[in-house]
């Protein structure tokens, strides 16, 4: 997974006008000699905010080249992960990177979107699974899909825990009862590691895992998400 070094935006926020400040504060009233303007004069502040002006303007062309080509970088940060999987990827919504190919035979395309402010980055996986059934697993209740499911008390899960919502509550609750399954689907959903908010929704014709993944997220995470939603494609299949 490719790590990005970032200038601190502190830093590039506040460093450069802090600076300016400091200079245009130095023309205007620095001590010259007889023959030139007088401190605080008009013609120490003309000059003083041209050249500020042009500073300032100079720093927000920077500050915005900078931002873009942060963004830009940071939505490549799983680049080389899924194209080593075999997935081709290509620019989506300006920022992110999309991946689509198959794997294992499976149709599988990828979405991952970079950060913004206070949110995490934004990562939807999904794999080909031929099956009719629904349903949405998450450590709260799943908002995404699934809306009118029954909730599905799973006897493996902690009650709270993980919380499973289905159309058809008797296929589910006979598909999780299987302790290997029930296990595959805590690693997909439990944050217990830190590495990121997940929810697991199964719908006609695919699986897909909707992540929000944190600073602890890593190759190693996806690489594990990805070899159980081929695993759980595959038991899928199998109780059809």
């Excluded at 003083?48 to 970088?73: C, K």
């Excluded at 997935?87 to 992110?96: A, D």
């Excluded at 600073?215 to 070899?227: T, V």
Aim: charged letters at 20%; one cysteine or more.
């Amino acid at each position: 997974m490719r790590r990005i070094h970032k200038i601190p935006l502190i830093v590039i926020l506040l460093l450069p006008p802090i600076l300016m400040a400091g200079m245009a504060v130095l023309m205007i009233y620095i001590p010259l000699p007889a023959a030139l303007p007088e401190a605080g004069s008009h013609d120490r502040n003309l000059p003083a905010a041209i050249l500020t002006g042009i500073l300032g303007l100079s720093w927000a062309i920077v500050l915005i080249m900078y931002l873009i080509h942060a963004f830009l970088a940071a939505g490549d940060a799983l680049e080389t992960e899924f194209t080593g999987m075999g997935l081709t990827g290509s620019n989506y919504l300006i920022f992110g990177r999309q991946y689509e190919g198959s794997i294992e035979g499976r149709q599988a395309n990828a979405q991952f979107l970079p950060g913004r402010a206070m949110q995490n980055p934004l990562l939807d996986i999904h794999i080909e699974a031929k099956t009719d059934q629904r349903m949405a697993i998450s450590t709260s209740k799943p908002m995404l899909d699934c809306d009118d499911c029954q909730k599905v008390e799973i006897s493996a899960f902690k009650p709270g825990n993980i919380q499973v919502y289905a159309q058809d509550p008797t296929w589910a609750g006979n598909f999780l009862e299987d302790p290997v399954l029930a296990e595959m689907i805590k690693g997909l959903v439990d944050d217990a590691d830190g590495s990121g908010l997940r929810e697991v929704y199964l719908q006609p014709g695919r699986i897909w895992l909707h992540v929000r993944p944190s600073g602890q997220f890593s190759a190693e995470h996806l690489q594990s998400w990805m070899d159980q939603l081929l695993e759980l494609a595959k038991a899928i299949e199998k109780t059809r």
